[in-house]
């Protein structure tokens, strides 16, 4: 049984900042690629960024320059630093990890239940 939980979400202003995080808890081997997505309202659920165990990384182009994903792998943790935020940010903000749960299983993605985000103009 594995279980992620996002916080961090709420209501800023434009050019604000926020600081999602989402850790991971249950039983597992091990955690794979973590991952934040986002889904605004009418459309497509889109990646935001992603983050593989080394802490190598990747960002839409949308949000490179203002976003940084980084992870603790101690505490089964994904973070994500939101700076320069714009009311086009505004989504639901849905963690993902792709995790190994016994070592001979292929990962498996797992997600969130999501956290609001609301960048007011």
């Known amino acids: 049984q594995v279980q992620l939980v996002e916080s961090g979400g709420g209501l800023v202003q434009a050019g604000g900042s926020l600081r999602l995080s989402c850790a991971a808890s249950?039983?597992?081997?091990?955690?794979?690629?973590m991952s934040w997505y986002r889904q605004a309202p009418g459309k497509q659920r889109e990646l935001v960024a992603s983050?593989?165990?080394?802490?190598?990384?990747d960002y839409a182009d949308s949000v490179k320059g203002r976003f940084t994903i980084s992870r603790d792998n101690a505490k089964n943790t994904v973070y994500l630093q939101m700076n320069g935020l714009k009311p086009e940010d505004t989504a639901v903000y849905y963690c993902?990890?792709?995790?190994?749960?016994?070592?001979?299983?292929?990962?498996?993605?797992?997600w969130g239940k999501g956290t609001l985000v609301t960048v007011s103009s």
């Open positions: 983050i593989v165990s080394d802490g190598s990384s």
């Open positions: 993902n990890a792709q995790i190994r749960v016994r070592i001979h299983t292929a990962g498996l993605d797992y």
């Open positions: 249950g039983s597992f081997y091990r955690i794979n690629d």
